[in-house]
C-alpha cells in the first residue's frame, strides 16, 4: 500500500509540475514520470487486473509518448526549437505532425476508444475491487489535471495565430512522420 501511495503521489505531483512547464521536452519528460506513477500503482496493488493494466500502460505509454516526442523532434528539426511561447500556429504548416499529436494526446489524456482510456480505466477499476477508492480518487484528479498540459501542448504549437515568423515552416520529412503517424494510430487499434 505504501509503494501504491508513492506511486499515486508521484502521478499527482509529476502531472502538477508538468503543467508548469513551457518546452515540449520537459513537459513530455515529467508527464512520463506522471504516466509512471500509474504504472507503480498498478504493479504495487498486485491482483492480476492491476498487473495487467500496469503491462498494458506501459505498451500504451510507450506508443503515445514515442509518437509525441516524435512530433517535438519534428518541430525542433522544422523551427529550431521546442519553446511553446514562441511557437504557435503550425496546424497548417504540419498538419500530419498535428493529427499524430492529436491521436496521441487524446490517448494520454486518456479518452475514449483510444488505448489511454482502457488502460486507466482498468487501473481504476482493479483499485475499486480492491477498496483502495481514495487512491482512485487521487489518480483521478492526475488524469483530469493531465488535461491542462495536454492542452498546453496541443495550443502552443499548433493552435493560435501563424506569425509571419514561422511562414517557411514546412511539414516533416516523411521518414519523420510515417513512424509518429503509425505510432499514434496503434493507440487507436488497441482501444478498440
Known amino acids: 500500500n505504501v509503494i501504491a501511495w508513492l506511486g499515486g503521489f508521484t502521478a499527482a505531483a509529476a502531472t502538477l509540475w508538468a503543467i508548469t512547464q513551457d518546452d515540449g521536452k520537459k513537459l513530455l519528460a515529467w508527464s512520463s514520470v506522471g504516466q509512471m506513477g500509474y504504472i507503480i500503482v498498478g504493479v504495487a496493488i498486485g491482483t492480476p487486473l492491476a498487473m495487467l493494466a500496469a503491462m498494458?500502460?506501459?505498451?500504451?505509454?510507450?506508443?503515445?509518448?514515442?509518437?509525441?516526442?516524435?512530433?517535438?523532434?519534428?518541430?525542433?528539426?522544422?523551427?529550431?526549437t521546442t519553446n511553446f511561447t514562441e511557437i504557435n500556429g503550425l496546424i497548417r504548416k504540419m498538419p500530419w505532425t498535428f493529427i499524430s499529436a492529436l491521436i496521441s494526446i487524446i490517448a494520454l489524456a486518456g479518452i475514449p476508444p483510444l488505448a489511454g482510456f482502457v488502460s486507466k480505466w482498468m487501473l481504476y477499476e482493479a483499485l475499486i475491487q480492491n477498496n483502495n477508492y481514495i487512491l482512485v480518487i487521487l489518480l483521478f484528479f492526475a488524469s483530469t489535471a493531465g488535461f491542462l498540459y495536454c492542452y498546453k501542448f496541443l495550443h502552443g504549437y499548433f493552435l493560435g495565430q501563424e506569425e509571419p515568423e514561422w511562414a517557411h515552416v514546412k511539414e516533416a520529412p516523411a521518414a519523420m512522420v510515417i513512424p509518429m503517424v503509425l505510432l499514434a494510430m496503434g493507440t487507436f487499434v488497441l482501444g478498440t
Open 56 to 80: 498494458f500502460l506501459v505498451i500504451v505509454h510507450a506508443m503515445f509518448k514515442g509518437s509525441l516526442f516524435m512530433v517535438v523532434g519534428a518541430i525542433e528539426k522544422q523551427t529550431g
